[in-house]
């Protein structure tokens, strides 16, 4: 009995040994040397949120905060690490819940939370510039940052918000007509059916009218076609943050009439030049909001995406 027992503590000791030498491995092989993997605690409970850093050499140096997709988590590859340790600039990927097909996931309080607790901790261990915070996400890491541009007790300098979401109920709709298998995360996220507590097309002004920030919305005009997310999802953000400011240019807005047009794929106005060699079809500015509807799909375009963030 007692060899027994021994050969079976023997045998979980290896497991967990080989389980941690195949999780260094993939990381790896996914991450830049430079890279650490580190816990935070997380402020809203008993839980630790893991997320993937790089420290800047020097002190007050800018924050670039990537927030990871739908399906997503903290270990998912991420190019603009490389593009942020090549200008030395601070670093961090954060779990904030890991895949949005749970309660605690899908921009809850909780999320919100684990976003500002790794900021918070990138300020205090490697005094990160609060003055030059930079957040920046596709798809649900899109939706993830329009989330933290609403309700983050930090103010970033920047966000930047690719192929987002902003309504999960007309999302779910789409998802249902077009076959994709995001049904069941989306229900598994929302609390009593209510989509909107989770949406942030439907979540209260009051903080970004607040803000110095400026936010960039990309969409390629594909998605929702050849992606999952259509384009109207960042329009109609654009347009409630333009509301939130009380701006009375009609101009500034994106009309019913121009929505049609782009639905036609019809350039809307003259030519906007182009971003990363995709032609703009439709921009509209403002010193607060800026979006960019380009000749693409549901993507990101990492270089100028990158670039653009810190402009």
């Not at 190019?79 to 097909?101: E, M, V």
């Not at 007309?170 to 298998?181: F, G, P, Q, T």
Request: hydrophobic letters at 35%; proline letters at 3%.
């Amino acid at each position: 009995m007692i060899k027994r027992i021994g050969i079976t503590a023997l045998i979980c000791i290896l497991v967990y040994i080989l389980g941690i030498y195949i999780h260094s491995r993939t990381i790896q092989q996914d991450w830049p040397s430079e890279t650490s993997e580190i816990n935070i605690p997380c402020t809203v409970d008993d839980k630790i949120q893991k997320a993937m850093v790089y420290f800047s050499s020097k002190k007050n140096k800018p924050l670039i905060v990537s927030l990871h997709t739908w399906g997503g988590n903290y270990l998912q590859r991420d190019s603009i690490s490389i593009l942020a340790i090549a200008k030395d600039y601070n670093y961090i990927h954060p779990d904030f819940r890991g895949k949005n097909n749970h309660i605690d996931a899908c921009c809850s309080d909780k999320v919100i939370s684990d976003i500002d607790d790794a900021i918070q901790f990138m300020i205090e261990e490697n005094n990160a510039n609060v003055n030059e915070i930079y957040i920046i996400g596709a798809s649900g890491g899109g939706y993830a940052t329009l989330c933290t541009y609403m309700k983050s007790k930090f103010s970033a300098k920047k966000y930047a918000s690719w192929a987002a979401i902003s309504d999960l109920q007309e999302w779910y709709r789409h998802i249902v007509l077009s076959n994709y298998n995001y049904q069941t995360d989306i229900t598994n996220c929302i609390p009593n059916n209510d989509y909107n507590s989770r949406s942030p097309l439907y979540w209260n002004n009051t903080l970004i009218t607040k803000r110095t920030s400026s936010i960039d919305l990309y969409a390629g005009i594909n998605d929702g076609n050849s992606g999952s997310v259509p384009y109207t999802h960042s329009i109609n953000f654009y347009n409630k943050i333009l509301n939130a400011h009380n701006v009375i240019d009609d101009n500034l807005y994106i009309s019913e009439k121009e929505i049609i047009q782009l639905s036609k794929q019809n350039k809307v106005h003259e030519t906007y030049g182009k971003i990363q060699n995709r032609a703009i079809i439709l921009r509209k500015k403002t010193s607060f909001v800026n979006i960019t509807i380009f000749e693409g799909g549901h993507e990101i375009l990492i270089p100028f995406a990158f670039d653009n963030l810190l402009q």
